[in-house]
Each structure stands twice: as structure tokens, then as C-alpha cells.
């Protein structure tokens, strides 16, 4: 009687090592799960819409009210853009290492919020807002520059500690030791990127208009209030979120691995992998950490926990000499990761995209809406990436999910590297999309004698598809990365694994960047307009985009062979 009553009480709480908002172990029927996730999906939902209600016309008011050039405009966005995902790593370390997911969003949404604030006041104060001419030539003193850029890169810090914590901690409220909530861990990322894309939904269409037409402190000023509802909205859920404690430096303990594998590369490791050293508690040596079982790969490093007569002095571990199975297993995890990592630059390469050669494509289209005199902006098209995303969330979700799980027997129905090779697959399609609209564009181009015509006879519609598609291949790729980096990262390093994948984001741009000059470079020898030349008409665009369609091929091939290598982390459940 007394040990089924003991049962019960141990099912009342968590087995992860979450605990309440008292730092208590978090009551599973009082805590976490769905009751949590609104404030959390909610908090996104403000944040990204303050985001990009921020991004998506940045450049404009730089060139226009800060009377900068394209050039400078143009580096100054990407500037920004990047430090907004190079700050991720801060952000991830801090959380991860020594404040834990809640403090580093609350800390560094308050910051995000004092930017907004800053931002809004240059652009709508008096001496604050520069000062424009009758021409509108806007001409800014240091001063203005200074408090609107300063404003500007608080919130690049600002989203350094929300981006790569928020969806891990959402994804914390989900016990892994409980399969019914495990289950539904998978179908938070989904709504998770749903959310952000209802935020990037309204900042792309209706912001972008209030910029343009009412004016740009309104433009800035909702964005702002949009983050103060953000922050609102994640203090409301403390007392029902569920915290994994913070288990001190990743760095550390990887380095600690490290000199202990190489100080002993002589040793042998025991074929009895259970002769390697971990503690006897049935709790991890590394808070917030679940236990790891061995895995054979990587084995070298398994010399980290070969014990030796040196090891201990007194009774106590070195740990620059000794170090657990588990610690050594995150570092293995870490290194696995890394080529599925790697693979994410090119698709994110072809996602950028969206942002720069789609947009080129279609100003050389005809931007009417049907026989009416209003023009669509070219850059308004990626409303059609949006609204594919936030279709195909909830048919994966409702529909693909149900119906693959009845031949897979997997509760998500793919797995997570499965998941991640259909959208490369699909950008795959995206890429071959745009290219062939380029080149029956080129072809009416041809045809005509349409060389010096701004716009051709071609409705910009005709791009719909691309964006669709790669709104469909971010569903599959995007929220699968989400959730691999989420679960086979170390349970103590969540949010340093998000936030490598969020780099990736940067480096796919910086790719894309790369092969622009390389191309425009080789191309335009001996007098060539090359393909990607200031009027597309003389150019070969499509050429581009079928380099990136071989390179995502490439990518794939690539992927599919790290992936039939990788084997997924094992945790050890403790036994009550």
C-alpha cells in the first residue's frame, strides 16, 4: 500500500528536473503543457511583429529619412540583420549557462522594449526626428543618427536573448519522460511558427502601409506597443511555466572533455562501456541535465571517462582529468549535430531569396492588380510565403501528420531528420519554379523586343508559385530544424543549439551574397552584361537559379548520407 501510494505521489510531478516559478518540482497538473504555451505563443506572436514591422522597411527609412545612399542603406540593413542573429549566441550561453530561459526572455525583453521605445521617439519627437526640406530631403544630425542607431542595435540585443530561448523553453513545458505530452511537443513547434508568421503577416502588410502612408512614428510606435504586449504576455503564464534549471558553462564542460581525452590517448577504453566513469546518483553531475547513455561513435572521446589511480585527489574528481559518460555524451551530440547544421546554410541561401533576386525579378514584371491602377509593391509578394506557411501548418499538423502516422507508426508521423529532407526537397522545386518564370520571361522579352521596357506585359502573379513553394518548404525544413536542435541537443544546451541553428539563417545569407559576386564577376568578362546585370532583361537570371537548384540537390545528397549515419540521443529515464 505504502509504495503504490509513493507512485502516486511521484506521478503528481515532472520527471525532467523542471520546477515552478518557487523553484519547487513543477506539479505536472499545475504546470506546463497547453495551459502554458498561449502566453508563450502570444509573447512570440508581438515580438515577431515588432520584429519585422522593424525589418521589412528598414532601408526605406534609411534612405528616405535618414538621406542615406542605396549602398549604405543596403549595408546598414544587413548590418543590423546580422547582429540579430550573432547575438543568439550571448543570449543562448547566458541562459543555458547561468540565468536559465525565463530570466534571460524577461531580461532581454525588457532591453528589446527600451529600443522600441528609443526607436520611436526619433522618428516622432521633435529635435529627436530629422528634419526635412519641402523636397522631402530628410538631413539628420549626429545626434538624431546616434539615438535612432543606438535604439536600433538595443533591439538587435534585445532579440539576442528571445530568439534562441523562446522556443525552447515553450518546447520545456512538455515532460520528454511522459509520452502523451512528448507527443505533443511536436505540434507546439508547428504553432510556434505559425504564430511567428501571423506576426510577420500583419507587419508586412498593414505596417509597411502605416509607414508609407500615415507616417513613421505610427510605423514605430506599434511595433513598440506590439513588444510591450509581447512582454505583458510572458509574465502573465509565471506561475504556470515550467523552468529547467541553468547547468552551468557548456564551454567548460566541453573543454573539460577535450584535455581529458587527450590525456589520456594512451589508455584503453574497457569493452565493458559500464566500467566508464558516472556518478552513482541517479541525477546527472550536470544540472539540468538528464543522464546519457553511451553511444559507440565518436569513441576517442570516450577516453574523457576512462578512470584512472590519478584521477582523484582525496577522494575528490578532477574534472580536467575525469569527466562522466554524460558529459562526454554531450559533447558527442554536439558533433553530430554539426553536419545536419551545415546542410541548412544552402537551404537558407535559397530562403534569402525571397528578400533580394525574387524581389529584382518581379519589378520587371507588371504590377498592376488586375485592369485597376494600383501597383503592388514587389517585395508585397512574400505575403504569399506567409500565407502558404500559415496554411500548411495546420494541414501538416491536422492531416499530413494523422495519415503518415498510420503507415509509420511514428507519433509525428515523419521523423525529425525525415521532416527536414522533404522541404530540401521542395526548395529543390522552388528554385526550378523561378528559374523557369525567368525564362519564359526572357523568352517574351526576346519575342517582343521588350529589352528597354521597365515592366513587361507579365502579370507579377506569375511568382505566386515560388513563393508558395518555399512556403512549404519552411513548414517541413524550418519547424523541423526547431525541433531536432530542440531534442537531440544536450539537455544543458538548448538554447546554444537553437541559436546555431539560427546562424545558420545568417550564414545562408552571406552565401547567397558570396555566390552574387563570384557569379557577377565570371560572368561580365571581356564586356559581358553577365546574369545578373542593373536591367534583367539583358541578363540571365535564370542561370542563378538553377546553380542554386544543383546546389540544393548537391545539399540533399549530402544530407541523406549524415542522416542515415546519425543516431538519435538516448536519455537515461531515472527509475522511481
Not at 176 to 189: P, Q, R, V, W
Not at 384 to 413: A, C, E, L, Q
Request: with cysteine.
Amino acid at each position: 500500500m505504502s509504495l503504490s501510494l509513493t507512485g502516486m505521489a511521484e506521478d503528481i510531478y515532472t520527471k525532467d528536473g523542471t520546477t515552478d516559478y518557487r523553484n519547487q518540482p513543477a506539479m505536472k497538473n499545475k504546470t506546463g503543457t497547453w495551459k502554458a504555451c498561449p502566453y508563450i505563443l502570444g509573447n512570440e506572436c508581438c515580438e515577431r511583429l515588432a520584429y519585422y514591422g522593424i525589418n521589412t522597411n528598414l532601408v526605406n527609412y534609411l534612405k528616405f529619412q535618414m538621406n542615406q545612399r542605396n549602398v549604405e542603406a543596403v549595408n546598414n540593413v544587413t548590418n543590423w540583420s546580422g547582429t540579430c542573429y550573432v547575438t543568439p549566441l550571448l543570449g543562448a550561453f547566458l541562459a543555458d549557462a547561468y540565468l536559465g530561459r525565463y530570466s534571460t526572455i524577461a531580461a532581454f525583453s525588457i532591453i528589446y522594449v527600451f529600443g522600441m521605445t528609443l526607436l520611436t521617439l526619433s522618428a516622432s519627437v521633435q529635435g529627436l526626428k530629422p528634419l526635412c526640406d519641402k523636397n522631402n530631403v530628410c538631413n539628420p544630425t549626429q545626434i538624431q543618427a546616434g539615438v535612432f542607431f543606438t535604439g536600433l542595435y538595443l533591439i538587435a540585443l534585445g532579440t539576442g536573448g528571445i530568439k534562441p530561448c523562446v522556443s525552447s523553453f515553450g518546447a520545456d513545458q512538455f515532460d520528454d519522460t511522459d509520452e502523451a505530452e512528448k507527443k505533443n511537443k511536436g505540434s507546439f513547434f508547428n504553432w510556434f511558427y505559425f504564430s511567428i508568421n501571423i506576426g510577420a503577416l500583419v507587419a508586412s502588410s498593414v505596417l509597411v502601409w502605416i509607414q508609407t502612408n500615415v507616417g513613421w512614428g505610427w510605423g514605430f510606435g506599434i511595433p513598440a506597443v506590439a513588444m510591450a504586449l509581447a512582454v505583458v504576455s510572458f509574465f502573465s503564464g509565471t506561475r504556470l511555466y515550467r523552468n529547467l534549471r541553468p547547468g552551468g558553462s557548456p564551454l567548460t564542460r566541453i573543454c573539460q572533455v577535450v584535455v581529458a581525452s587527450f590525456r589520456k590517448y594512451k589508455e584503453q577504453v574497457p569493452r565493458d562501456k559500464s566500467l566508464l566513469f558516472e556518478t552513482a546518483d541517479e541525477e546527472s553531475a550536470v544540472k539540468g541535465s538528464r543522464k546519457l547513455d553511451h553511444t559507440e561513435q565518436l569513441s576517442f572521446l570516450d577516453k574523457a571517462a576512462v578512470e584512472t589511480q590519478s584521477d582523484r585527489i582525496k577522494g575528490s574528481v578532477m574534472e580536467w582529468r575525469l569527466c562522466t559518460v554524460t558529459q562526454v555524451e554531450e559533447l558527442k551530440s554536439l558533433i553530430k549535430l554539426l553536419p545536419i547544421w551545415a546542410t541548412g546554410i544552402i537551404f537558407s541561401a535559397v530562403y534569402s531569396q525571397m528578400g533580394t533576386l525574387f524581389v529584382l525579378q518581379g519589378n520587371t514584371m507588371d504590377l498592376h492588380l488586375g485592369n485597376s491602377s494600383f501597383e503592388i509593391p514587389s517585395a508585397s509578394l512574400s505575403l504569399f510565403d506567409t500565407i502558404s506557411v500559415i496554411f500548411w501548418v495546420p494541414v501538416y499538423d491536422g492531416v499530413i501528420v494523422p495519415f503518415v502516422r498510420k503507415f509509420t507508426d511514428h507519433k509525428n508521423g515523419f521523423t525529425q531528420l525525415q521532416r527536414i529532407g522533404i522541404g530540401f526537397v521542395i526548395s529543390v522545386f522552388a528554385m526550378l519554379a523561378a528559374g523557369t518564370l525567368e525564362l519564359v520571361r526572357l523568352n517574351e522579352v526576346k519575342r517582343h523586343n521588350y529589352y528597354d521596357l521597365k515592366h513587361i506585359p507579365m502579370s507579377i502573379f506569375w511568382q505566386v508559385p515560388q513563393y508558395f513553394i518555399i512556403g512549404c518548404a519552411e513548414v517541413f525544413t524550418f519547424i523541423g530544424q526547431l525541433e531536432f536542435f530542440y531534442e537531440q541537443a544536450p539537455d544543458a544546451m538548448r538554447s546554444l543549439c537553437s541559436a546555431l541553428a539560427l546562424i545558420t539563417t545568417a550564414l545562408g545569407n552571406y552565401l547567397s551574397t558570396f555566390l552574387v559576386n563570384i557569379v557577377t564577376d565570371v560572368s561580365t568578362r571581356n564586356g559581358k552584361a553577365g546574369w545578373i546585370p542593373d536591367n534583367l532583361n539583358y541578363g540571365r537570371l535564370d542561370y542563378f537559379f538553377w546553380l542554386l537548384a544543383v546546389l540544393s540537390v548537391l545539399n540533399l545528397g549530402f544530407y541523406l548520407m549524415v542522416a542515415r549515419w546519425y543516431t538519435y540521443k538516448r536519455a537515461v529515464v531515472p527509475s522511481h
